[in-house]
Antibody
Framework: QVQLQESGPGLVKPSETLALTCSVS????????WSWIRQPPGKGLEWIGY???????NYNPSLKGRVSISIDTSKSQFSLTLNSVTAADTAVYYC???????????WGQGTMVTVSS | QSALTQPRSVSGSPGQSVTISCTGT?????????VSWYQQHPGKAPKLMTY???KRPSGVPDRFSGSKSGNTASLTISGLQAEDEADYYC??????????FGGGTKLTVL
């Protein structure tokens, strides 16, 4: 059974860069689609972006210009960077496996990131 | 892309059925049969309950069923149980590898 685990700093200063990594246990070739999704406290889910195993990416238009996702298949990891963060970027960040492009079938436990000075 | 529209809350008594709606547009729900539903208990990660509108992953009870008509998708939960109390989110593929979620619906089992 594939498991996902997010890691990274829990506190980021305003205007700085948020960087998270998702580690995939078991066979990372179980899917070619990997996404980041976030959830501000008390609010709903927001899709951030996706990466295909060959490195192709696409991002939520509302975040384009600030977000980047990369993949390291040799380490079974993919990563998220979000630049110029503000308090509005405070959220639980989840990584998720794509059931092709049809759904997100396996999720990490999530990691809380707070943007504050 | 705008979030899909869900009711903020629904409720039902044990044993009853409830339906949660999810309204989108011709560019998302209306254009693709790639609607999925997620259950989220407090402090937990979302769990996939249905996908491709009507399919259920292994292990999800058949009390959970999905449907779609035009630009609106629905999740019906029959035989409500106390453990069904949670937040539910719909999601749709929106082409060119983008996805959009609904705002979420809180289900209360009375």
């Amino acid at each position: 059974q594939v498991q996902l685990q997010e890691s990274g700093p829990g506190l980021v200063k305003p205007s700085e860069t948020l960087a998270l990594t998702c580690s995939v246990s078991a066979d990372s070739r179980s899917s070619d689609y990997w996404s980041w999704i976030r959830q501000p406290p008390g609010k709903g889910l927001e899709w951030i972006g996706y990466i295909y195993s060959n490195g192709n990416t696409n991002y939520n238009p509302s975040l384009k210009g600030r977000v980047s996702i990369s993949i390291d298949t040799s380490k079974s990891q993919f990563s998220l960077t979000l630049n110029s963060v503000t308090a509005a970027d405070t959220a639980v960040y989840y990584c998720a496996r794509g059931l092709s492009f049809r759904a997100f079938d396996i999720w990490g436990q999530g990691t809380m990131v707070t943007v504050s000075s | 892309q705008s979030a899909l529209t869900q009711p903020r809350s629904v409720s039902g008594s044990p044993g009853q059925s409830v339906t949660i709606s999810c309204t989108g547009t011709n560019s998302d729900i209306g254009d693709y049969d790639y609607v999925s539903w997620y259950q989220q208990h407090p402090g937990k990660a979302p769990k996939l309950m249905t996908y491709d509108v009507i399919k259920r992953p292994s292990g999800v009870p058949d009390r959970f069923s999905g449907s779609k008509s035009g630009n609106t998708a629905s999740l019906t939960i029959s035989g409500l149980q106390a453990e069904d109390e949670a937040d539910y989110y719909c999601c749709s593929y929106v082409a060119r590898y983008t996805w959009v979620f609904g705002g979420g619906t809180k289900l209360t089992v009375l």
